[in-house]
């Protein structure tokens, strides 16, 4: 449920989110990648991300929160708790709250995947925050406001 511009979370609302279009509207800008809100409720938060190649999320944990990436096309390359892994259409990746993990578009083409949260937690207001930043410093900021730690630079090789 949305009040005016923020988003409440509550109760799993039913009905059809439209492809192309975000839960009550809500499609993010956010680093290149662009992110529409399938499902959002007090439960979980689902989202599905276009990745165009060069784009990624770097090492980060979410300590609250259990996620899942559901491949639809192309391939990631992912950070998972000390190894390199790949995942391609069909493949579903589980990160367990409190695993250090990335994923990268490293390949030619774009990738869209599937990403699920349990429990929402502050994720989708996260996203409202990070919508057209174009500031990496500040995404960082933010993401530690929203319960989502990002690793320091360099801790990772490769990453």
Request: glycine share 10%; hydrophobic share 40%; no cysteine.
């Amino acid at each position: 449920m949305f009040d005016g511009d923020e988003i409440v979370l509550g109760p799993l609302p039913k009905g059809i989110v439209r492809a192309g279009e975000g839960q009550h509207g809500r499609v993010w800008n956010v680093l290149g990648h662009t992110y529409w809100a399938r499902a959002v409720s007090e439960s979980s938060f689902a989202f599905e991300t276009l990745d165009p190649p060069g784009t990624g999320v770097p090492p980060h944990v979410h300590p609250t929160q259990d996620e899942h990436i559901h491949v639809l096309d192309g391939v990631f390359t992912l950070y998972l708790d000390g190894q390199w892994e790949k995942a391609g259409p069909g493949d579903t990746v589980l990160m367990p709250r409190g695993l250090p993990h990335a994923y990268y578009n490293r390949s030619e083409a774009d990738t869209r995947a599937l990403f699920w949260v349990s429990p929402a937690g502050k994720l989708a207001h996260l996203f409202d925050q990070l919508h057209d930043l174009s500031d990496p410093a500040e995404v960082v900021r933010q993401s530690a406001l929203h319960d989502v730690e990002f690793l320091p630079p360099g801790s990772v090789p490769g990453a």
